[in-house]
């Protein structure tokens, strides 16, 4: 199974900030990573699949980067409606996993 | 518009056996692999089951194999999770999600989710 870290848990950032979030796998899954927001009592949204391509609707504030095992999620400057929590996902094999999320916070 | 709504979901009791169903609209669901998602009260995503476009192929995550089965109806546009041997923590919102259009496994549409709680 392959592992996936996110880090830090929770990010403090300020409205208009820039905010960076790591992925790290614990193997190689080449692009096949994903980056989903949720913010409290929805579902997920999928902003980038294949690390780096905005799912349809997705601003381009955020933007995704990285390839094998370290992944980066950046959002340009950070909106109200940014301040959630993040997760990554590994598409790469079986079974699909999750990162634990990082929560991004007013600070 | 892509539609997926998910039902089923009550308390129940440990041991017990309960089915999830989702029902799809807005999309050829049967051009689609599908997969549930669970997400126990404020924890992270756990992927729990994914079912190939036909039924051709399931996968399940290690927590729930042997216990739980994957299935989907295509002249219904249903997916569905039987879940069997029911644990506590077994609890959790229940979502059903859609795989990305270009085939990856990742998840591009997801339901509101449906939850279910197993207690004694």
């Known amino acids: 199974e392959t592992v996936m870290t996110q880090f830090p848990a929770t990010l403090s950032v300020s409205p208009g900030e820039r905010a960076t979030l790591s992925c790290r796998a614990s193997?190689?899954?080449?692009?096949?990573l994903a980056w989903y927001q949720q913010k409290p009592g929805q579902a997920p949204r999928l902003l980038i699949y294949g690390a780096s391509t905005r799912a349809t609707g997705v601003p381009d504030r955020f933007s995704g980067s990285g390839s094998g095992t370290e992944f980066t999620l950046s959002i340009s400057s950070l909106q109200s409606e940014d301040f959630a929590v993040y997760y990554c996902?590994?598409?790469?094999?079986?079974?699909?996993?999750f990162g634990g999320g990082t929560k991004v916070e007013i600070q | 518009q892509v539609q997926l709504v998910e039902s089923g979901g009550r308390v129940i009791q440990t041991g017990r056996s309960l089915k999830l169903s989702c029902a799809a609209s807005g999309f050829p669901f049967t051009t689609y692999g599908m997969h549930w998602v669970r997400q126990a009260p404020g924890k992270g995503l756990e992927w729990v089951a994914a079912?190939?476009?036909?039924?051709?192929?399931?996968f399940y995550a290690d927590s729930v194999e042997g216990r739980f089965t994957v299935s989907r109806d295509n002249s219904k546009n249903t997916l569905y999770l039987e879940m069997n041997s029911l644990r506590a923590d077994d609890t959790a919102v229940y979502y059903c999600?859609?795989?990305?259009?270009?085939?990856?496994?990742?998840?591009?549409?997801w339901g509101q989710g449906t939850l279910v709680t197993v207690s004694s």
């Open positions: 999600s859609r795989r990305g259009g270009d085939g990856g496994s990742y998840l591009d549409s």
């Open positions: 996902q590994q598409y790469d094999n079986w079974p699909l996993t």
């Open positions: 079912i190939w476009y036909d039924g051709g192929k399931k």
């Open positions: 193997q190689s899954v080449s692009s096949t």
